[in-house]
């Protein structure tokens, strides 16, 4: 495993503004303190859905989607809540899917691992490993011959990158020239699989260059580094010049599923997580906030205290918020509800 010995802000970067740095570093700590509300209610058991948590994963998608129109589309896989906030998607709703309220994103029906909402540009996750792939190529399709000027991003783990539709969608996307970013959020992990026993080669950034299609590979824990490398590419996609796939390494500091560490699973050691933890995205890029003086410890607390109220409303919102009635379970299965 490729590992970062400390995360390298350039002092001054000249290509990005004070404004959109606060504002990357305010989307990581929401997305932060958002699944941190999650997992200390989860145990209570009233969130009747799996919860794949992205903790230690916020810089990838801040740094993307500060990049995207509303008009653009995001698909995900079941470790999506992250992606779907940083889009623009509405807090009460994520959360009374997980409480399976009618008032949900997804109208209940969803859950953690199916969240939609196509008023935010955010077309979906899955829990099938890959499954959104070939749907976001195919929405890149339709941008093109609709002739509109917007980009289909997808976002998926390292676990995907073994099954075939990758292939044949890359394949598909360099063919008709798509406007399609593949970003893949390798935390080196599928499930309890480590990458180097399931992959021979560590090159995900790499492994389609047969197709023709251009490979980044980033660190994933760098919110500049993400917002920097994200940004060649979808103006790219966006201007007429075709697909792209990023691998930002990354790593999650939960398990697979629920709040666990899994470090009892014995799959991964207390050292890989310690030391992975101390590459903090959020910690490592506030101390270079602080240093810059771009943002002061009051500003800081404001922010924490805006964020956690709006999560308490969330929270009382969606447990408030009616389950779906009995009458309404085959509603949307058949043509005309019938």
């Known amino acids: 495993?490729?590992?970062?010995?400390?995360?390298?802000?350039?002092?001054?970067?000249?290509?990005?503004?004070?404004?959109?740095?606060?504002?990357?570093?305010?989307?990581?700590?929401?997305?932060?303190?958002?699944?941190?509300?999650?997992?200390?209610?989860?145990?209570?058991?009233?969130?009747?859905?799996?919860?794949?948590?992205?903790?230690?994963?916020e810089a990838i998608p801040a740094g993307v989607c500060a990049h995207l129109e509303k008009e653009d589309y995001v698909f995900s896989n079941y470790r999506g809540h992250g992606h779907y906030l940083a889009k623009g998607g509405n807090l009460k709703a994520l959360i009374a899917e997980l409480y399976g309220r009618t008032t949900g994103c997804s109208g209940s029906r969803g859950g953690s691992m199916h969240i939609i909402d196509t008023s935010a540009g955010f077309l979906g996750t899955s829990s099938i490993v890959a499954g959104s792939i070939p749907i976001a190529t195919g929405a890149a399709l339709g941008f093109l011959l609709e002739g509109r000027a917007n980009v289909s991003c997808v976002f998926f783990g390292d676990g995907a990158v073994d099954e075939g539709v990758l292939y044949e969608s890359i394949n598909f996307a360099m063919l008709k020239k798509l406007p399609v970013?593949?970003?893949?959020?390798?935390?080196?992990?599928?499930?309890?699989?480590?990458?180097?026993?399931?992959?021979?080669?560590?090159?995900?950034?790499?492994?389609?260059?047969?197709?023709?299609?251009?490979?980044?590979?980033?660190?994933?824990?760098?919110?500049?580094?993400?917002?920097?490398?994200?940004?060649?590419?979808?103006?790219n996609a966006r201007n007429g010049g075709g697909p792209s796939l990023i691998e930002f390494r990354t790593y999650r500091w939960r398990g697979h599923s629920g709040g666990d560490n899994d470090v009892s699973l014995g799959y991964r050691t207390q050292e890989e997580l310690d030391e992975w933890m101390n590459k903090c995205p959020l910690k490592n890029f506030e101390q270079f906030l602080r240093a810059e003086n771009l943002i002061t410890e009051e500003e800081i607390r404001d922010m924490e205290i805006a964020i956690d109220r709006e999560i308490e409303e969330a929270f009382t919102f969606a447990q408030a918020s009616p389950l779906p009635d009995e009458k309404d379970l085959l509603k949307h299965l058949y043509k005309d509800g019938k």
């Open 181 to 235: 970013i593949y970003i893949c959020e390798n935390n080196f992990y599928a499930v309890c699989s480590a990458q180097k026993n399931r992959q021979a080669l560590d090159n995900i950034h790499q492994r389609f260059a047969g197709c023709g299609i251009p490979g980044y590979r980033a660190d994933g824990n760098n919110v500049v580094e993400v917002w920097r490398t994200a940004k060649e590419a979808i103006e």
């Open 1 to 57: 495993m490729e590992k970062y010995n400390s995360i390298q802000f350039e002092s001054n970067p000249r290509d990005i503004t004070s404004h959109v740095l606060i504002d990357l570093y305010k989307t990581m700590l929401r997305i932060r303190r958002v699944q941190l509300k999650i997992e200390a209610e989860y145990p209570k058991d009233e969130m009747k859905t799996p919860v794949h948590l992205c903790l230690g994963q």
